[in-house]
């Protein structure tokens, strides 16, 4: 495999603290992601151990206050870590993004005894979350969800199936969205459900094309009950939640997107700088020259693209048109660069002896999860053109 180490990319970040939390995040990718992912995707391992060690660094609540153990950090430095993460592996960048969107039904809608009671354990006490919107009959149309829950006294009772959910059978606790009313968005509500709850259980992980070590999986919910103090907002108001929590979380994955876009194009350069033909580097040829600087600029554009959203979410300034527009072009550019790259490994590329081609299999679910592509285009359109159908 090549040996030419990628350069670090070239950050603006807006203060000395975020230099310096970069810093650390790339050390830590380094040493204790990068080396080990490819054999550990390849087995399917989930690496408690990396959220562990990044629970005890601070760093799976930098977007949240720092009173409840959060690094309160902007939007604008968080996602740039998230993109060191999913540059080193994937499953470590898209998880510390889910654990962020499932804590953020707590830290934004929660009383302020909710979020002093579970928050800081949330943030900085090792435990992994899990975000449950998407049901079998029910994933780009979730206002249509079926999970119910009951009250009985001072508790719920919680019916249901969720589907892909992301860290199902191994998070410690899941926000979970349930119908508590009529039909449509208006009756839905949110709940904090822990881990080990009576009757909560996941099915067997999906296997999947990439992803491998990041599990997804059915969480079935069966009788389970939760008390009162564990409703997140008002009765109804889940769907709202749901649909704020989403607008950051797209900005988490189009981060991740540029991640395995960059490490991409690494390799990409690495190996082509390396590989020789007709008695040259293969990057002497104009075609191939050309091919590597379309990736790299979608990549940049890619990058400003999600910072300019992040920049309108820290100044409390509307931005979910941009968070859609980002989850868009990031995620398929990082589908055309990952190709792009296999294409220049030409036969070690479709090889897993190279890191391309799983690359390739990664960037695929990225225009699927938190609100397919095609989503995208009708939230950006509504924006526009306003709602369909007027």
């Known amino acids: 495999m090549p040996d030419r180490a990628p350069q670090p990319v070239d950050r603006q970040l807006p203060t000395d603290e975020a230099r310096d939390l970069i810093s650390l995040v790339r050390d830590i990718a380094q040493r204790e992601i990068a080396p080990s992912a490819a054999e550990e995707e390849d087995a399917g391992r989930f690496p408690r151990e990396v959220f562990a060690l990044l629970s005890d660094s ?13 690094g309160e950090q902007p939007y604008e430095v968080y996602l ?44 900085g006490g090792g435990l992994v979350g899990a975000y449950c919107l998407s049901e079998p009959a029910s994933g780009s149309d979730a206002a249509s969800l079926r999970t119910k829950a009951v009250r009985e006294g001072d508790e719920w009772v919680i019916d249901g199936t969720k589907a892909w959910i992301t860290h199902g059978g ?21 709940f904090l459900v822990p881990g080990d709850a009576e009757g909560l259980s ?50 988490g994955i189009a981060a991740c997107a540029v991640g395995v876009a960059q490490a991409a194009l690494d390799e990409a350069v690495s190996y082509a700088s390396e590989r020789r033909q007709f008695g ?30 992040a920049r309108l979410r820290d100044a409390g300034r509307p931005f979910a048109k941009q968070a859609a527009m980002a989850k868009l072009y990031c995620t398929d550019a990082a589908m055309q660069v990952t190709t792009d790259a296999v294409q220049v490994l030409g036969g070690y590329g479709y090889t897993a002896d190279f890191p391309a081609e799983r690359y390739m299999r990664e960037a695929k679910v990225l225009q699927i999860v938190e609100g397919t592509n095609q989503i995208q285009r009708m939230v950006i359109a509504r924006h526009l053109a306003g709602p369909e159908g007027r």
């Open 58 to 70: 601070g760093l799976l609540g930098l977007p949240y206050d720092a009173q409840f153990g959060g």
């Open 80 to 123: 740039q870590v998230l993109e060191e993460f999913a540059a080193a592996r994937l499953t470590v960048g898209l998880g510390v993004s889910v654990h962020t969107l499932a804590c953020y039904a707590l830290a934004a809608y929660g009383t302020k005894e909710q979020q002093a009671g579970h928050l800081p354990a949330m943030l």
């Open 170 to 190: 191994v998070a410690d606790f899941y926000t979970v969205m349930a119908r508590t009313g009529e039909d449509g968005p208006r009756g839905i509500t949110a």
């Open 280 to 309: 040259k580097p293969i990057s002497d040829f104009q075609g191939l020259r050309f091919m590597l600087a379309d990736m790299a600029t979608r990549i940049e554009a890619g990058r400003a693209l999600y910072l300019t959203a």
């Open 202 to 251: 996941a099915a067997v992980p999906e296997k999947k094309m990439g992803l491998k070590g990041s599990p997804t999986a059915q969480v079935h919910l069966d009788g389970v009950r939760v008390p009162d103090d564990r409703r997140l907002g008002d009765e109804g108001q889940g769907f709202a939640i749901a649909l704020s929590a989403l607008d950051s979380g797209r900005l």
